[in-house]
């Protein structure tokens, strides 16, 4: 069974930064499609970056995180990362780590089997 651990949240002032990290375990990130959710109370969960495992060209970010974030994993800790900078106040929000993407959206929640427990990021201007 593939678990997933998410850490790295925090307060912060905004124009400050946060690594958010999610360990894997039961399964390898390999070559996988791996994602960030980000939800705010009353919202769905809505995605903020994805990693298709195949180079920088696949990557996306959501349009406000761009330029601000990064997306990577390290194959051998099994660990994905998450590296948000100039942080602004909208940005706060739990964020979920997610892989295993079973349908062919790559931003959907729904695509996702497994998932982290969440951080919470939060941002005071």
């Known amino acids: 069974q593939v678990r997933m651990v998410a850490s790295g949240g925090g307060s912060v002032q905004a124009g400050g930064s946060l690594k958010l990290s999610c360990v894997v375990s039961?399964?390898?990130?390999?070559?996988?499609?791996v994602a960030w959710f980000r939800q705010v109370s009353g919202k769905d969960r809505e995605c903020v970056a994805t990693?298709?495992?195949?180079?920088?060209?696949?990557?996306w970010y959501e349009d406000s995180l761009a330029g601000r974030s990064a997306i990577s994993r390290d194959i051998a800790k099994n660990t994905l990362y998450l590296q948000l900078d100039d942080l602004k106040s909208e940005d706060t929000g739990i964020y979920y780590c997610?892989?295993?993407?079973?349908?062919?959206?790559?931003?959907?929640?729904?695509?996702?089997?497994?998932w982290g427990q969440g951080t919470q990021v939060t941002v005071s201007s």
């Open positions: 997610a892989a295993w993407r079973r349908c062919p959206s790559r931003t959907s929640a729904d695509c996702f089997m497994y």
């Open positions: 990693d298709e495992g195949l180079g920088s060209s696949h990557i």
């Open positions: 039961g399964g390898e990130i390999r070559g996988r499609s």
